[in-house]
């Protein structure tokens, strides 16, 4: 067994009896997850695969998704276009919030809160709903390499319960921000959030961001590579929730979570990782998650300012 390996192993022995957190509880779908689960997933860039733990159990993608909907975003309309409709700014506000939306403010504040990803997925090129739908989830099948599908009592809990969200949609279409197919968006928005993943397949995910938007397993291209960068950036400074600064800090790699538990963050040119966990801290994090990526951060110098480990710690480590 590899050394690589061997520290994920100790490091899921380690964190496992953690039973700090909550569960997701503002809708039954989310309630219904085992705390007891906990997986750790990476995906090189050049293709291996490590993992340890509970990295076969499906699960909504929920907040994870923006990321995704944003690249589909910046292929349709352009770096330009779009960030004149949704902005790049952390707020520091809860992910929810609504306090920044008035007249003054000419668009959300960025894709990772929820009127940002509303805004971003309403974008989202098509001749009606179905093709909308169909685009994004050819979308994610680049991404995962293998079909994909969406778990219909959550997207129905959501849909029905999801009265915050639709009150910022409301407001959005206010101020101008939105067009008038505010259902349609909001459907969408509701349906990206309940597409089933494994934490497996948020590392591939994560790794053919870090590899140029060429997904590792299949080879396939899932995003132009022209606007990978522009993923990375809003990932780094918006991905995690109100704890994107400290992310930043301690961390130092472009992530995102969300309040099924898992976490996806992208070593450039490395690799994807992928930790799974949903009891959550008062951030909306996976606890678990956060103690992992700390961990492997330090042990293998990923953070982005990390002069002193050289450049590609994790391959070297792994192909010595
Ligand atoms: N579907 C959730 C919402 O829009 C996403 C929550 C999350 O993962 O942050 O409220």
Redesign the pocket.
Known sequence: MSQFQRFLEALHEKYQPLAEGTLASYIPELTKADPGWFGISVVTVDGQTYQVGTVDQTFTI??ISKVFAYGMGLEDHGREALLHKVGVEPTGDP??SLIRLDEDSKRPDNPMI?AGAIATTSLIKGADPTERLNRLMAMFRRYIGHDVFIDISTFMS?RST?HR?RAIAHLMLNFGMLNGAIEAALDLY?QQ?SLLVDCHDLALMAATLANRGINPATGEQAVNPDYVRDILSVMYTCGMYNFAGEWAYRVGIPAKS???GGILAVVPNQAGIAVFSPLLDKN?NSIRGLRVFEALSQKYGFHLFDLSMGKCSLLTALNE
């Open positions: 929920q907040s992910f929810n929820n959501e999801g969200n509701f959030c969300g309040v099924s909306g």
